[in-house]
């Protein structure tokens, strides 16, 4: 069976996107607590949280359908669409152009959050769809997913942390 569908050889890959992805979502907690106050007091901020925390844990989440003993290829793609397709659904609301700060130009918004938004759900889908198909390049598609992950969420961190102090 070919790496690209086998969540056998991607295990080594799974718990390692699990720690990273606690420990990132775990200094976001921390960030959001330090800067609660001020965060609750605009507009825009809580959904900047919203869209950090979804994206630093959604590898989290796919991760451990990987790491599940056994499970058929069946079951990893449909799990992998449907993390993908919730993931979209939650980002593209926190995310939707009605929310965009009216400081912010058109292209830093799409540069984060949006564009790490869609790279992350849309290569989970891909993902999901290619497990299930044996096409696309199946599992192959994860690793952009987290990258998407750990830059859309950092970036959204910093923000929370840094910026909003400014």
């Known amino acids: 069976m070919s790496a690209a569908v086998d969540t056998t050889q ?19 907690v921390v960030a959001v607590s330090i800067n609660i106050q001020p965060i ?17 844990t959604t590898p989290l989440v796919f991760s451990v359908v990987l790491l599940i003993p056994e499970t058929p290829a069946s079951v990893v793609g449909s799990s992998l669409l449907a993390i993908g397709l919730v993931c979209g659904a939650i980002l593209g609301l926190a995310t939707w152009p009605s929310s965009r700060p009216t400081e ?31 096409s696309l390049g199946g599992l192959y598609w ?13 970036a959204q961190a910093w923000v929370l942390l840094i910026e909003i102090l400014r």
């Open 10 to 28: 991607w295990s080594d890959f799974g718990v390692a996107v699990i720690g990273a992805s606690a420990a990132l979502a775990g200094l976001l």
């Open 142 to 154: 994860l690793p952009v997913a987290v990258i998407a992950s750990v830059v859309g969420g950092l």
């Open 104 to 134: 912010r130009t058109l292209a830093e918004w799409l540069i984060a959050p949006v564009m790490p938004a869609v790279l992350l759900s849309g290569s989970i889908v891909l993902a999901g769809v290619g497990v299930l198909t044996g």
């Open 40 to 56: 609750l007091a605009n507009d825009t901020l809580p959904r900047r949280v919203i869209v950090a925390l979804v994206s630093l």
